[in-house]
């Protein structure tokens, strides 16, 4: 049995696989402590067999079995975390460990293989706008983690444009980060300021199809996604855009963004798609990847 577990900003999510097959799903919120995070754990695997191997992918990057925040104000316990080790306590046996955008761009660029469709596009970007937003790259039909874990994070990619709270500096530390204009928090934030209240990214959403300000506030984030992939367009050459997460997802953010980037004029402009495995791209991709490991 393969336990494959996706580590989100907001939710975690674990399958029980066999065979190449998701036999049960289950899903929590994400804990913001340690204690929290070793039960969220145990609950998401409890009363299945001990798996044979087990595969995580999370938000963050891989520092040898440690995970480094990018962003270090999203999740503060994360930064550093020994999550190797605290996974290795609880299950002995092989244990591989990936950032959560790149599992779910391989995930995206595998589902995309059809008896129909033989080849995916050979450079494929998946971005997800979440809790924060992250992303992975397939180029010349390789994932690219990078030799440091980073490739990918979209997220911390500069925009000319500013957040519109006019906030500046981003939890990694820099200015101008797609990050600070179009992640779920970004949102909140941005709209907390708009409208003087708390107002989830959720609400914006809905208020988005009477309220001028929270589709301003929508459409001033999705020019930044859409900034982003024009400069990364222009140095890899991407056949595809996939966009994925909660806040991709939700109603209109993808006719949005293709508005954007339609503006943009892009010479050969890439595909643009919503991730075809929904919330599940990032769990897709373990699975990809250990039966490929299998072979
Ligand atoms: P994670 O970051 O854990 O991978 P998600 O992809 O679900 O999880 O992203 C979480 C973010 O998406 C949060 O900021 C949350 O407020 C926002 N969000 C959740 N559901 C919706 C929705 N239906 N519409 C818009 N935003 C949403
Ligand atoms: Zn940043």
């Given at each position: 049995m393969l336990l494959a577990i996706d580590i989100g900003g907001t939710k975690v999510a674990s399958a029980r696989v066999e065979n190449g097959t998701v036999v049960e799903r289950r899903q929590l919120p994400m804990a913001y402590d340690e204690a929290g995070f070793a039960g969220v754990i145990a609950a998401l695997s409890?009363?299945?067999?001990?798996?044979?191997r087990v595969a995580v992918c999370t938000t963050g990057y891989i520092d040898g079995g440690r995970v480094r925040s990018v962003n270090r104000d999203i999740i503060r316990f994360w930064d550093g975390f020994a999550l190797a080790d605290q996974l290795r306590a609880r299950f002995d046996c092989p244990l591989t460990l990936i950032n959560d955008g790149q599992a779910a761009a391989w995930g995206e660029y595998t589902a995309r293989r059809t008896p129909l469709a033989p080849a995916p596009p050979a450079n494929l970007l998946f971005i997800t706008l979440s809790t924060g937003v992250g992303g992975g790259l397939v180029l010349d039909d390789r994932l690219r983690a990078g030799p440091h874990g980073l490739a990918g994070h979209v997220g911390h990619a500069g925009v000319r444009l500013a957040a519109l709270d006019g906030a500046t500096v981003c939890g990694c530390g820099r200015s101008g980060c797609l990050e600070m204009i179009a992640s779920g928090t970004a949102l909140a934030r941005q709209a907390r300021a708009a409208f003087g209240k708390p107002v989830t990214s959720a609400e914006l959403f809905a208020r988005a199809t009477t309220d001028y300000l929270a589709d301003a506030i929508l459409s001033h984030a999705a020019q930044a996604v859409a900034e982003a992939i024009g400069g990364l367009h222009m140095i890899v050459d991407l056949q595809e855009v996939v966009i994925g997460g909660s806040v991709g997802l939700a109603d209109g953010m993808l006719e949005r963004i293709r508005c954007a980037l339609d503006c943009l004029a892009l010479r050969a402009a890439p595909v643009l798609s919503a991730a075809q495995l929904g919330g599940d791209a990032g769990l897709a991709g373990l699975i990809a990847l250990d039966t490929a490991g299998a072979q």
């Open positions: 409890a009363g299945w067999p001990a798996p044979a």
